[in-house]
């Protein structure tokens, strides 16, 4: 029966080396794998049309795929989080026999709308997604546009058939009001408020507070049709508790019906056309999105989605992803490893994402709406994860969303009137998530590669501002917490480098000498990272030393010590020596368990460590880079839902192996530069922006004789002998072709400083 519905046959390409499922699953390991989402988006849109398998606990996409139920199709997402997650929002399902008006609870066994399905019969496909709903034996299909997405179901035979959406349903909560309206015999319009109240980003926590407007068609005519609505109990709280409990189940399966009402506004909403169908019907609902009005909805879907072709619709999805996937292109290597390295390449495009409407309308800091004539605003800056990686990999990749993300931080921070750059933005939220200044990173990193639309004495206000208000100052240090002492002492140099390239001297020597905080917290009795109390006292130390999870953030003082990118050679001064630095830092990964899973060492599941494998070429140990990148490509990444050990984190952890495949990655962003560790692939091409790069593409070759060969014999950049184990972005972006040849064993005379 859907044989005929599972898509459309397409030619080979690299939409076809990607596989969404990598890392869709929030039930792993020592703090969940990659909770990515398998559904329909666009590079860097603003619409995720995706299954939604549970509502509650810590399930940031909305899916995971040990779930074997369905409860809807929402068409906002975000991909790779923790911390309960938000959006979700307009959550669509097809349904047949009597109306249901809660969603039922998978693990719970209770009874509602969402139905059961099979992963065999799920297809994925970058813009694309489909599955079947067992309960009703109605195939669905999702196709995204960038701010607007469409639904096509497959209806059984059916005398009372269905389209019905929960208005309220939020990711980690719920909406606190909602509002539907009819506008005409195909036509729905209206909105859902999201606030800190109803939970979402971080159970409230992160301070979410949005409106998400839509305004939709059904291709069926409107004429039966109605609205469910229910009062929560006096001084319930709409949050996650309360979602995904039993009792919110029984409360919202009461809800009262409201046969051809036309409009309504509460507090807990649904809305449900009816009909009679045919064997194999197809009944199709699309919808535009907004975060600005129902207008700018309207015009998103217009533009987007202005007929209903929904095969022509997956084409356009498929051409933007091929035009993304372009940008880097490979040679080479296993099958698997080809679609790793998409499917990465895939997942560090979804976000920032675009935030305007069609007619460039976006919601602003200071509540109102606005125009941007010079860039695109974004949101979801994910910063303590994705300034090393992910962020480096779009001065590559897409300078302009670079500088689109940096206007937009730099926006946000003046209209907001918070004065300083926020560290994890979430739809113009200070949700203040995580630790360090990550947008100083992002900002100086630009600067010196050359990426520069955006005000830079502006940015450098914004950036001192920011370092003077969460920053070691003149303490030099943050009291019983190493994370933060690190980090704010590698965005202070960060800073030191900006304020070297504007001229600014003063400020140049201020925070380059803030930069060594790093040293006061260094103490040599026990030969490693200790934190100190306000008066200046070491605290005691743990009974398991260094491995002890105490004063870091997501990791423990082992793990977070190595993170001086920015002075090595400092750290290995510390440490007794280059020899003895790197003899430590080769434990730290020998001691790892195969995997790379959540553990006390080389912890590649989270972000602190993520830069340590390339410490190796600034303590003369080239090789030994190269070995433990190519491990961590190896053990940490695989075709398959279980393949990413950790949260993608909005990209960052695709980046890392995207960036790492490829034959380099920064040490330090800020510098310019990217350690050499060698490629994954025989050919990597990189097609540059013309507007920011002087030549049109960089190659990168390996020549191998088994694939066993990772470690660097000799390298040519451009035909002429080359002998170091970094790279500059400045050599990157002139153009031409890096060739190494690689052999089994280390050639320790290559590439050593």
Sequence with gaps: MFGAFLGLTLVASRCDLVNPFIGASTSGEGGGLGKTFPGATTPFGMVQLSPDTITGGDNGPGYSHEHTSIEGFSFTHMSGIGWYGDLGNLLVMPTTGPLQTNSGREAEKIDGYRSPFRHETEV????????????????????????AGMLRFTFPKSAQARIQIDLARRIGGTSVEQNVEIVDDHTIQGWMRCTPEGGGWGDGGGKPNYTAYFYAKVSKPLTNYGTWSATPPSGQRHGLAWAGSREFQAWAARAERHPMLRRQTGPHLGFYTEFESKSDEQVLFKAGISFCSIEGAKKNLQADLPDWNFDDARRRATDQWERALSKATVIGGSHEDQVIFNTALYHSMIDPRDFTDVDGFHPSGDGKTRVDKNFTYRTIFSGWD?????????????????????????QLADLSKQGYLERWEFLNAYSGCMVGNPAISVIADAYRKGIRDFPIQDAYRLCRATTEKFGNGDRGYIPADISQTLEYGYTEWCLSELARQLGKKSDRELYQARSQAYRRIFD????WFRAKNEAGDWLPWPAKGPLEWVWCVESN??????????????????????????EKLN????ETPKGMNWNDHYNHANEPVHHAAFLFNALGKPWLTQKWAHEILRQAYHNEVAGLCGNDDVGQMSAWYVLSAMGFHPLAPGNGRYEICGPLFDQVTLHLDPKYAKAKQFVVKAHRLNPSDIYIQSATLNGKPFNRS??????IIAGGALSFELGPEPNRRWGVR
Excluded: C
Excluded at 400 to 408: A, K, L, R
Excluded at 524 to 527: D, K, L, N
């Design 726 to 731: 970094w790279i500059s972005h400045d050599e």
């Design 524 to 527: 040599p009795s026990v030969g």
């Design 587 to 590: 434990q730290f990964f020998a």
């Design 124 to 147: 994925a496909k970058p813009g694309y997604y489909a599955a079947t709903l067992d309960k009703y034996h109605i195939r669905t299909e999702a196709v995204a546009a960038r701010r």
């Design 557 to 582: 003082p082992l793990q977070q010590g190595w993170f001086v990118p920015h002075d090595p050679e400092g750290l290995a001064e510390l440490l007794g020596g280059n020899d003895k630095a790197a």
């Design 386 to 410: 994705v300034f090393r990686s992910q962020m480096p990999l779009q001065t590559l990749l897409n300078p302009s969303v670079v500088n689109d993300q940096i206007n937009s931080l730099i």
